[in-house]
């Protein structure tokens, strides 16, 4: 009967320490990482104290530590999820921007002005394309614009 109760008290220490760690390391976190272990460890803390086998305490800190995730996860989700605001590189993509320095691809210079800012340039198709022409931005590249000419009509050559 000893026995027991020492093992039982130690259980619920065990118990009791793993509801701190997990507490504190859900406190040390941006995200919620662990607070559903919390969760499990309460209960298997609760089962410790009331006497449970040892194989009822794990069973019940899975079980509680599982159920808390799947009840709470989408919640959090829905009530986390941000706008994502566009970056410049997200805005500037399919923008008609001017030439401002001539594009060529071989000697590595060009430059175009879009959105209010001046950007390192090439031609996504190669082409030489002279200062003061219209194009169309068509991807990104590190901090290049790839860009390809647009006609007076304002459609792409």
């Known amino acids: 009967m000893v026995a027991f ?10 118990w009791l320490g793993a509801v701190i760690l997990f507490g504190v390391l859900e406190l040390a ?4 990482v662990s607070i559903w272990f919390v969760a499990g460890a309460l209960a298997a803390l609760a089962g410790a104290v009331l ?16 159920a808390a995730l799947a009840v709470t996860r989408p919640l959090v989700r829905k009530y986390t999820r941000r706008d994502t605001v566009a970056t410049n590189a997200d ?11 001539t594009i060529d691809n071989d000697n590595s210079t060009g430059a175009v002005y879009v959105d209010g800012k001046t950007w390192t340039a ?10 003061g022409e219209q194009v169309e931005v068509a991807s990104i590249e590190g901090v290049k614009l790839l860009v390809i000419p647009v006609k007076e009509g304002g459609f792409v050559k």
């Not at 109760?5 to 065990?14: E, G, K, R």
């Not at 976190?29 to 919620?32: K, N, R, S």
């Not at 090439?122 to 200062?131: L, M």
């Open 51 to 66: 006497g449970a086998e040892l194989l009822v305490q794990v069973l019940l800190f899975a079980g509680v530590s599982a």
């Open 29 to 32: 976190t941006a995200g919620l």
């Open 122 to 131: 090439r031609s996504a198709e190669g082409d030489v394309i002279p200062a």
């Open 5 to 14: 109760l020492q093992s039982v008290d130690l259980m619920i220490w065990i």
């Open 91 to 101: 805005r500037v993509l399919g923008s008609r921007a001017k030439v401002t320095e």
